[in-house]
């Protein structure tokens, strides 16, 4: 079963940047597709940014691109989130999570006028990180 865990989340003033890691354990890196969530006070879990297993094509919300960028490191089994330009609303608990197959593909869907991320499927979750984003 693939382990999960986060690091890299604190506090940082409006324009910050921030990177945050997702350890893997229990499988490589690149087995299984893995996108990063994050879920505000009072606010349901989206997801932000998704790294495909096959292809390593990118996927990322609206209310991130261009500011956020998902990679992963193979000799270091872990996945990075790099949050540049950062936003009060960036502020949430931020997770990473594992497609359950390694078939398992990052997807998208609209709300409104804006895209978001999600995985076909869901195997693993990390414990979570926060990040404020303050003056």
């Known amino acids: 079963q693939v382990q999960l865990v986060e690091s890299g989340g604190g506090s940082v003033q409006p324009g910050g940047s921030l990177r945050l890691s997702c350890a893997i354990s229990g499988s490589s890196a690149a087995t299984y597709t893995i996108a990063w969530f994050r879920q505000a006070s009072g606010r349901e879990r989206e997801g932000v940014a998704c790294?495909?297993?096959?292809?390593?094509?990118?996927y990322y919300a609206d209310s991130v691109k261009g500011r956020f960028t998902i990679s992963r490191d193979n000799t270091k089994n872990t996945i990075y989130l790099q949050m540049t330009n950062l936003m009060s609303e960036d502020t949430a608990e931020y997770f990473c999570?594992?497609?359950?197959?390694?078939?398992?593909?990052?997807?998208?869907?609209?709300?409104?006028?804006?895209?978001?991320?999600?995985?076909?499927?869901?195997?693993?979750w990390g414990q979570g990180t926060p990040v404020t984003v303050s003056s």
């Open positions: 999570a594992s497609g359950l197959y390694p078939e398992s593909q990052c997807d998208t869907y609209r709300s409104g006028d804006y895209q978001y991320i999600t995985l076909t499927d869901f195997g693993s």
């Open positions: 790294i495909n297993n096959k292809d390593s094509s990118l």
